[in-house]
Every structure is written in structure tokens, then in C-alpha cells.
């Protein structure tokens, strides 16, 4: 059986220092916010080349506490395209603002710029893009569009570690949100976020938010979370991020193996000079997807899709997200997510492409 993902063998390398790890932090007697935080949100903030890292309790929380910081008017519109995971439509809605759903463009799968003014009232504050599956969205029309409008660029980077556009690392186009949940190239061992920034003002409000909306003990100036990155997870953070760049060159080199083998049928990602992918996710899309997933599972390889619900047929978003999204349902209909871990070996990948090949 060629599984989806192990996570136990994807972190089998480090298992060794992790252990060290845990025994330091236990030693320590410092369990909160201590130097493994401190140490993480260093190293984090120069891979992003920016100035300042936060860590918080989970990519949902990093989106939530991103947007809380603007203080954006009730009855705020904030853009967002309508594939995307629910996590980044539920921290508009828990900030009490409305969100905005825009398609995605059908060959990225990220939001479509030239659909996004259209979407544009008096009421929109802020762009909330989803650098989804690996690959950043196409930045420079939306930069423009944002700085036409005074608009804030907010960006889920969740499935983006390590992703760029133009050289440009996601997460500092403008503030950047990040998940470390175990599946994602930089996966902790539980939940963790972070949150990227190099305005100085927005860091100090993020810390302070995350805090119960204190800087100084016991004195509270905002109204705010315990929303504080784990120092375990820091800890295994630190020593996974070591080898983050090696984890995204394998994945692209499972990818190059899917490129040059699948058959033309399958649609694939499409890749571009202007960015590096750093496949989180390798999905391809077909007609027949269902038929192709139960054939696959039955020749001994598993798969996953992201996502079989989009997020206005979600039971939860009635009454709030309204309106017909095809491209988006056309996605959510005909896409699979094909094996492409840091455990999975090239002649894996081999024997996927064969197999589908074979359908």
C-alpha cells in the first residue's frame, strides 16, 4: 500500500533530537513563551525574510489575531477566493466581518486577479489571499489593486512555507499567516501558527493580542486571546526548519516525476518562471474523479481531496455565503490530491503515475 501520508515516517529522521528537545524543555521548568518560542520566531522570521515572527496557538488563530489587529469598522467586506479551506473564511466571520467570495483562477487554483475589483465596495478593507497547495498567488496584479483601493493584504500562507513568487518568500507581501499543523511542510507535532510581519507596530499588537491582550503582566490594554505557540512545538519547530528547504526540494522532486510521467489526461498544476511551488499538495483534476480515487484505492494507493465541499455548500456558511462559484464547484468536483510526502520515495511516485496510467 502506497499511503497518503505517515507522518511517523515523514518525522522519523528527527526523532532522535526531538527527544532531546522535549528533555531540555522539561529541565527547563520555563513551559510558556520561553526560549524556544523566542528562538523559533527568530529563525522563522529570517527563512521569511522579514523582521518579526509571532507565534500563536494555530494557523486559525494567526488569521483571526491578523485581522482582529487592523480594527476594521463593523460591517467590514474582506475579499476572499471562494476554494479555499473554511479555516480562512471562519476567521473573517469570528472577527464579525463579512466575507467576500472570489473564483479562483481554474489552471492555479489561487484567487483570480482579474476578478477581484469587481468585488470591490466602500465596505472592503482588506484582500485575504490563499497561497493554496503550495503555490503563491499571482502577486503583483493584486498589489496594485490593493494599493489603488487602500486595501490590506492579509495572506494564508498555511500551505506555503517556503513558496515564492518572483524571490519573494510567502507571507511578506503583507502580513502573513502560517499553520504548522503535522501535515504541512513544516509540520510541528500538534497545532502551532505563526504569524509574519515587518511593520513594528503590527508585532507589538500581534504579541500583545496573543496574550490576553497584555504586554506587561497583569495589565491589559486590548481586548485579546491566549492564543501562544507551545514551546514543545517550538522546540520540534526549530530543528524541522533546519530541513525545510530539503523537504520542499524532494516534494518538487516527486512533482518533476508526476510532470514527466502522467498521462495527458489528468489535468495537472500548472508551472510558471515566476514561481517556486513547493507542492504541500500535488492535485490533479478529472472528469471521472470518484471513479479514479475508488480504482487507485483498490491497486493499493491512497489519496485525499482538498476539497470534496466548497465552502458555500458548507452547512455551516448558510445564511452567509451566498451566490453560484462554478469554477470553484468545477474544482471541488473533479480534484485529487496524489501522495507526494517528504516519506515517499521517486519510485513511488513511478508506480502511482503507472497505475493511473493503467485507468
Known amino acids: 500500500m502506497i499511503e497518503y501520508e505517515n507522518l511517523h515516517k515523514v518525522n522519523q529522521k528527527l526523532f532522535n533530537v526531538y527527544k532531546l528537545s522535549f528533555d531540555a524543555f522539561l529541565e527547563s521548568g520555563w513551559y510558556v513563551l520561553g526560549d524556544n518560542v523566542k528562538n523559533f520566531e527568530q529563525e522563522f522570521a529570517h527563512y521569511c525574510n522579514a523582521k518579526h515572527c509571532i507565534g500563536v496557538a494555530s494557523g486559525l488563530d494567526a488569521l483571526i489575531l491578523a485581522i482582529s489587529a487592523f480594527d476594521f469598522p463593523k460591517e467590514s467586506e474582506i475579499l476572499v477566493p471562494s476554494n479555499t479551506y473554511i479555516a480562512t473564511i471562519l476567521a473573517i466571520i469570528r472577527n464579525g466581518f463579512k466575507p467576500i467570495l472570489v473564483e479562483p483562477d481554474k489552471a492555479t487554483y489561487t484567487i483570480d486577479p482579474s476578478r477581484i475589483e469587481e468585488k470591490i465596495t466602500s465596505k472592503t478593507k482588506a484582500i485575504l489571499v490563499v497561497h493554496l497547495y503550495g503555490k503563491m498567488c499571482d502577486m503583483d496584479p493584486i498589489l496594485k489593486l490593493a494599493h489603488h ?58 504579541k500583545s493580542l496573543r496574550n490576553y491582550g497584555s504586554n506587561v503582566k497583569y495589565y491589559n490594554d486590548k481586548v485579546g486571546y491566549n492564543s501562544r505557540l507551545d514551546e514543545i512545538q517550538a522546540g520540534f519547530l526549530s530543528l524541522k526548519l533546519e530541513i525545510l528547504d530539503e523537504i520542499n526540494t524532494h516534494k518538487r522532486a516527486l512533482a518533476k516525476i508526476y510532470f514527466e510521467n502522467l498521462d495527458s489526461r489528468f489535468i495537472m498544476p500548472i508551472v510558471d518562471e515566476h514561481h517556486y511551488d513547493v507542492y504541500h499538495i500535488f492535485n490533479i483534476r478529472y472528469h471521472k474523479r470518484d471513479v479514479l480515487r475508488a480504482y487507485l484505492l483498490a491497486q493499493g494507493v491512497k489519496t485525499e481531496i482538498h476539497y470534496p465541499v466548497a465552502p458555500h455548500h458548507q452547512e455551516a456558511m448558510k445564511g452567509i455565503l451566498g451566490g453560484s462559484y462554478p469554477i470553484s464547484e468545477e474544482i471541488h468536483r473533479t480534484t485529487l490530491s ?21 485507468f
Open 338 to 358: 496524489l501522495p507526494i510526502s517528504y516519506s515517499h520515495t521517486k519510485e513511488e511516485v513511478l508506480r502511482v503515475c503507472e497505475i493511473m496510467n493503467a
Open 149 to 206: 483601493y487602500n486595501l490590506q493584504i492579509i495572506e494564508d500562507a498555511a500551505q506555503a512555507h517556503g513558496a515564492m513568487y518572483k524571490n519573494q518568500k510567502a507571507g511578506t507581501f503583507g502580513v502573513g499567516c502560517f499553520s504548522f499543523y503535522p501535515t504541512k511542510n513544516l509540520g510541528a507535532l500538534g497545532d502551532a501558527g505563526a504569524i509574519v510581519t515587518s511593520d513594528e507596530h503590527l508585532a507589538q499588537t500581534f
